[in-house]
């Protein structure tokens, strides 16, 4: 059974930086793309960043291009995704999801779901 579990959100100031972990347990952690979504309360959830189980490609919204890099250790079963210059605007639940395929944007497309770490970014 998988299960992906996030950690290290909290509250940073805009400008600054931060990065979230997402731990994986289960079997064969390196075929699995990991993803990173966010939530803000009454909106839908967004697409942030995906990488796929080699590591390659890693594929990132508009949003946090340039800003967001996400990285993964195989040997570890761990994925991160390191978030700098940290705008207001960044302030959601960040959610981690696994799923065994192709990098995709798609949430649906997605099998595993962690429960989610905040990011509160003031200005």
């Known amino acids: 059974q998988v299960q992906v579990v996030e950690s290290g959100g909290g509250l940073v100031q805009a400008g600054g930086s931060l990065r979230l972990s997402c731990q994986f347990s289960?079997?064969?952690?390196?075929?699995?793309?990991m993803g990173w979504f966010r939530q803000v309360a009454g909106k839908q959830r967004e697409y942030v960043a995906a990488i796929g189980g080699s590591g390659r490609p890693s594929v990132y919204a508009d949003s946090v291009k340039g800003r967001f890099a996400a990285s993964r250790d195989n040997a570890k079963n761990i994925m991160y995704l390191q978030m700098y210059n940290l705008k207001p605007a960044d302030t959601a639940v960040y959610y981690c999801?696994?799923?065994?395929?192709?990098?995709?944007?798609?949430?649906?497309?997605?099998?595993?779901w962690g429960r989610g770490t905040q990011v509160t970014v003031s200005s």
């Open positions: 289960g079997r064969a952690f390196a075929v699995y793309t």
């Open positions: 999801a696994a799923r065994a395929g192709t990098v995709v944007q798609d949430p649906r497309d997605f099998d595993y």
